[in-house]
């Protein structure tokens, strides 16, 4: 078993397209929320039913493209030099970024007071403006622009303080964790799974596989319920009656089991990704994408498939299809060549958190300037289009503003 310092450093271009095409998809099933007649196999499966969705599948697959980037990642900083305790503290900076994106996030999906100085749709144009300000890339530079790039951060930083100063909920609640949101889940993710592969000094893959079963384990060993706003308990966790009390561990394991999945897969294909040994990685991964089906399969005769209570039988199905999905990916591009088929959606790849974050500010000025679509352009397969056509011009508005340094990158 190799280490983290075996890493050869070279770029995997199946690893950007993957998170690429990921993110497109996000975009889209995102704005479902404002179709109407959306095929429910496409949609996410609701409360309480035994279902799996398209969108159930996004999010994994999304965890599992951020643990294929890590062992790159670290491995590349290890290789410039930097020290251990400066990737640590770096991991650490990028998760709580993450955390606190996501806790605004998650407060401006609740139903705001009537009260609040601002509107719904204007505080979130300034919470995007300020995550902007805070976390932009911005360029290297000296002297006077040097100093302009701090003092715009230090006003990205009095925004949001003042964005979480003036929140209030309909409730009457101040800004607080009333869930992670997307970026919160992730940031809870990425920090254990990041941090365990930096201190792992030999035997990695070994390590990653031990991990990898005890997220798992993990998540059979907390078999939460779900509460929807009502506060009743509705079990769609087990199939049989059983109700558990809910519980608050970001992920449950089960999202650590996608990311630890995508850690083990980069070192796999690190590993066996040459010429004379890439029908081994193909024979690995293949097969460990249909055992987890199968795993699932025979999991669902205890447990539905459930996204929301994060049930096994879902881990293990969305995990086996992601993995078969990627190894696709990683034949077509780094086996292939055919990169370039994928440069239309590239920058969903490079500046992915920036196309998760535009949206909301279209959805906002569409709200503040009341703009509806005719419900023939919403509906059935128009909407569908629509919403694909969404997914490509917030990609392509990205890579304008990219241009001209406006990125979002931690």
């Known amino acids: 078993m190799y280490t983290t310092l075996d890493l050869k450093f070279a770029r995997v271009a199946s690893i950007d397209v993957f998170r690429a095409i990921t993110m497109m998809f996000m975009i889209f099933v995102n704005d479902f929320y404002y179709d ?20 159930d599948v996004i999010f994994p697959a999304f965890l599992f493209s951020v643990g294929l980037s890590i062992p790159f990642a670290i491995g590349k900083r290890i290789a410039k030099g930097e020290s251990r305790l400066k990737i640590g503290f770096h991991i650490l900076s990028r998760s709580i970024a993450l955390i606190v994106m996501g806790i605004f996030d998650a407060n401006y999906w609740r139903s705001f007071s009537p009260d609040m100085i601002l509107s719904r749709s204007v505080f979130c144009i300034l919470m995007i403006i300020g995550f902007f300000l805070v976390w932009n890339l911005y360029p290297k530079s000296i002297g006077w622009k040097k100093y302009l790039f701090i003092i715009l951060q230090v006003l990205g930083v009095a925004l949001l303080i003042f964005l979480a100063f003036i929140y209030r909920s309909e409730k009457g609640d101040t800004l607080g964790v009333y869930w992670w949101g997307i970026l919160g889940r992730i940031g809870w993710v990425y920090f254990p799974c990041a941090i365990l592969f930096l201190l792992v000094r030999k035997r990695t893959l070994l390590v990653m596989l031990i991990a990898l079963f005890a997220s798992i384990i ?6 939460y319920g779900f509460i929807p706003e009502n506060g009743d308990y509705i ?7 059983r109700s558990f009390p809910y519980g608050y561990i ?3 394991g089960a999202y650590h089991f996608y990311a630890l999945a995508g850690i083990i897969v980069s070192l796999l294909c690190n590993r066996y990704g040459s010429t004379a040994k890439v029908k081994k990685l193909f024979s690995i991964l293949i097969g460990s994408g249909v055992i987890l089906l199968l795993i699932g399969i025979f999991a669902h005769q205890k447990w539905i498939i459930s996204w929301l209570a ?11 299809i992601v993995i078969l999905i990627y190894i696709l990916m990683y034949w077509l591009n780094d086996i292939k060549g055919k990169e370039r088929w994928f440069n239309f959606i590239k920058p969903a790849g ?19 300037f009341n ?3 005719p419900d023939i352009i919403i509906s059935d397969s128009l909407g569908l289009l629509k919403s694909l056509i969404f997914s490509f011009i917030i990609i392509w508005l990205a890579a304008l503003l990219g241009k001209i340094h406006i990125k979002i990158k931690i």
Do not use: Q
């Open 371 to 373: 703009v509806h679509f």
């Open 350 to 368: 490079t500046s992915t958190l920036t196309c998760f974050l535009l949206p909301y500010i279209i959805y906002s000025i569409f709200k503040i």
């Open 36 to 55: 109407i007649n959306v095929p429910h196999w496409l949609e996410h499966s609701d409360y309480g039913e035994d279902y799996l969705g398209f969108s």
């Open 218 to 223: 993990i998540r059979m060993a907390l078999p």
């Open 310 to 320: 994060h049930t096994p039988s879902w881990v293990f199905l969305s995990s086996g």
């Open 250 to 252: 970001p992920g449950d």
């Open 235 to 241: 079990d769609i966790y087990f199939h049989s009656s």
